[in-house]
Antibody, heavy 119, light 107 residues
């Protein structure tokens, strides 16, 4: 079955970077896009950006532009999201989710990765 | 950026009730509107895509409607497993924003 499995929880200090992985299985990796969405405590879901797994093109939310980098390794069917210059407000559960190249509804989602930013 | 607003933010209902959740976009998004169910400790689950299409495997008691700026999610007869938070999301243009969520609780 289609599945996205993310890397484990991370604890980082302010100013550091974090890189979260998302390994896909059960479908042709390059036929879809992968999106990253986060949810801070008590907040709504927030879209961060996406990558076309076929050609590697990316688009980021302006809110995270300059701090987020999404990449993929087609040989490993894995996408990565790196967020730099972390601050306490970046403490959140980060999800990857599959979308189509053309229309962006998200299904399925990875299990989520908790990133805690604390000194 | 397109802003998504849901109402109500919370709702108490009983098993067997019919409930409706509303989502409003700050500009027309045609039918590019999706609904998710989110339970604590689990990832969100796609229920409805393109405003009214039922995702495979989702019970038929969930229906979506609307176009333009106003959309609704209706659950025809609440089941115990339906108590969760529901989010709308627009897929019209990036950034693909979500509503603030509607928490559905047991009365």
């Amino acid at each position: 079955q289609v599945q996205l499995v993310q890397s484990g929880a991370e604890v980082k200090k302010p100013g550091a970077s974090v890189k979260v992985s998302c390994k896909a299985s059960g479908y042709n990796f390059t036929n879809y896009a992968l999106h990253w969405v986060r949810q801070a405590p008590g907040q709504r879901l927030e879209w961060m950006g996406w990558i076309n797994a076929d050609n590697g093109n990316t688009k980021y939310s302006q809110k995270f532009q300059g701090r987020v980098t999404i990449t993929r390794d087609t040989s490993a069917s894995t996408a990565y999201m790196e967020l730099s210059s972390l601050r306490s407000e970046d403490t959140a559960v980060y999800y990857c989710a599959r979308g189509t190249i053309i229309i962006n509804w998200f299904d399925p989602w990875g299990q989520g990765t908790l990133v805690t930013v604390s000194s | 950026d397109i802003q998504m607003t849901q109402s109500p933010s919370s709702l108490s209902a009983s098993v067997g009730d019919r409930v409706t959740i509303t989502c409003r976009a700050s500009q027309s998004i045609s039918s590019y509107l999706n609904w998710y169910q989110h339970k604590p400790g689990r990832p969100p689950n796609l229920l409805i895509y393109a405003a009214s299409s039922l995702q495979s495997g989702v019970p038929s008691r969930f229906t979506g409607s609307g176009s333009g700026t106003d959309f609704t999610l209706t659950i025809s007869s609440l089941q115990p497993e339906d108590f969760a938070t529901y989010y709308c999301q627009q897929s019209y243009s990036a950034p693909y924003s979500f509503g603030q969520g509607t928490k559905l609780e047991i009365k």
